[in-house]
């Protein structure tokens, strides 16, 4: 399966954020991943709608929107329509899963299901043939910048082995603490969509450490 690595544009200087699209463009960047966070499902609050609509306007990257909010059922539709090509929301979330999983699939969008560190992957599994992506998380989510927790490795390895005993094609993406020698780990785990923030946005060569988070 290929490797895709999906920018977080929480560590991008947002004042200039078109730049920062076009940087991604030109060095090789996959997807721009999008974190819309509410101050309730997390500790955080980001940004959303107009903010991603903008973004969709100056860009033809694959918009992958993380959404860390309460009740992603009621929004789902309107991120699809202001650009969202995939949409992840949380297990954690009081939103019905299966519910919000066709609310994604119809109004056009790849669905995608996200676990926080301390949800099992066993919880992932019954979902699999109705998902394009699982979003195991590697930091507790709310900020960019933290450091890889290590003990959810053997998790990617449980949700990549039940994918491929499914016979799925499903994508397993990682986020938190992602970069070129945290990468080699979860890789080998089976996760084969890297998302990576402050990695990304601090290197001196954009280009070269994405190459260096896929190969
Ligand atoms: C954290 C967000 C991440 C974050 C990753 O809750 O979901 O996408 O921006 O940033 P880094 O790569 O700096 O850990
Ligand atoms: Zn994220």
């Given at each position: 399966?290929?490797?895709?690595?999906?920018?977080?544009?929480?560590?991008?200087?947002?004042?200039?954020l078109?730049?920062?699209?076009?940087r991604?463009?030109k060095?090789?960047i996959?997807m721009?991943h999008f974190d819309?966070?509410?101050?309730i499902?997390?500790?955080?609050?980001?940004?959303?709608?107009?903010?991603?609509?903008?973004?969709?306007?100056?860009?033809?990257?694959?918009?992958?929107?993380?959404?860390?909010?309460?009740?992603?059922l009621?929004?789902v539709?309107?991120?699809?329509?202001?650009?969202a090509?995939?949409?992840?929301?949380h297990?954690?979330?009081?939103?019905?899963?299966?519910a919000t999983?066709?609310?994604?699939?119809?109004?056009g969008?790849?669905?995608?299901?996200a676990?926080?560190?301390?949800?099992?992957?066993?919880?992932?599994y019954?979902?699999?043939?109705?998902?394009d992506m699982?979003?195991?998380?590697?930091?507790?989510?709310?900020?960019?910048?933290?450091?890889f927790?290590?003990?959810?490795?053997?998790?990617?390895?449980?949700?990549?082995s039940k994918?491929t005993?499914?016979?799925?094609?499903?994508?397993?993406q990682?986020?938190?603490?992602?970069d070129a020698?945290?990468?080699e780990?979860?890789?080998k785990a089976?996760?084969?969509?890297?998302v990576?923030?402050?990695y990304?946005?601090k290197?001196p060569?954009?280009?070269?450490?994405?190459e260096l988070?896929?190969e």
């Amino acid at each position: 399966m290929k490797n895709l690595v999906s920018a977080s544009v929480l560590s991008a200087d947002l004042l200039n954020l078109e730049n920062e699209i076009h940087r991604l463009e030109k060095n090789g960047i996959d997807m721009l991943h999008f974190d819309v966070m509410d101050g309730i499902f997390v500790n955080n609050i980001t940004y959303g709608l107009p903010v991603l609509s903008a973004i969709r306007r100056v860009t033809d990257l694959t918009l992958d929107v993380h959404l860390m909010i309460t009740d992603p059922l009621r929004y789902v539709r309107r991120f699809a329509e202001s650009g969202a090509d995939i949409i992840s929301f949380h297990l954690e979330s009081v939103s019905d899963t299966m519910a919000t999983i066709n609310a994604i699939r119809e109004s056009g969008a790849k669905a995608a299901l996200a676990i926080k560190p301390a949800t099992p992957a066993e919880a992932v599994y019954e979902f699999l043939p109705y998902l394009d992506m699982v979003l195991v998380m590697t930091v507790e989510p709310g900020f960019g910048g933290q450091s890889f927790m290590t003990e959810t490795v053997e998790k990617i390895r449980l949700v990549r082995s039940k994918i491929t005993e499914l016979g799925l094609d499903t994508h397993l993406q990682v986020d938190g603490g992602i970069d070129a020698k945290t990468s080699e780990i979860v890789k080998k785990a089976g996760a084969n969509v890297l998302v990576s923030g402050s990695y990304l946005f601090k290197a001196p060569d954009m280009a070269r450490a994405a190459e260096l988070m896929k190969e």
